[in-house]
Nanobody
């Protein structure tokens, strides 16, 4: 049974940076689709970034482009979300989510993923 564990959530000032980590364990598959999904109170869940570990192909939501980077660690079991130039509207709970197969075409939706971590919170103060 796959398990995702996030870490790295923090409280920072606007303009600052945070790096989130997601450790994937218990999965025999070497390639999978992994995304970072944020849930802000009163708003719909948003997939901010996604990576397919097979070929490194990435997707970024418009709100994340140019500021966030999703990347796979050298150990192949960790996926990071580097968030720079943070804004107050980035304040949210961030979840690591995975799909045990290739990424679906097009813009990802939260329901694309079948395995979720417990979440880590990022607070950005202006």
């Amino acid at each position: 049974l796959a398990k995702l564990v996030e870490s790295g959530g923090d409280s920072v000032q606007a303009g600052g940076s945070v790096r989130l980590s997601c450790v994937v364990s218990g999965w025999e598959r070497r390639t999978y689709c992994l995304g970072w999904v944020r849930q802000t109170q009163g708003k719909q869940r948003e997939v901010v970034a996604r990576i397919y570990t097979g070929d490194g192909a990435t997707y970024y939501a418009g709100s994340a482009k140019g500021r966030f980077t999703i990347l796979q660690g050298n150990d192949k079991n960790t996926v990071y979300l580097q968030m720079n130039n943070l804004k107050s509207e980035d304040t949210s709970m961030y979840y690591c989510a995975a799909r045990s197969r290739w990424c679906l075409p097009g813009a990802p939706l939260p329901d694309d993923f079948d395995t979720w971590g417990q979440g880590t919170h990022v607070n950005v103060s202006s």
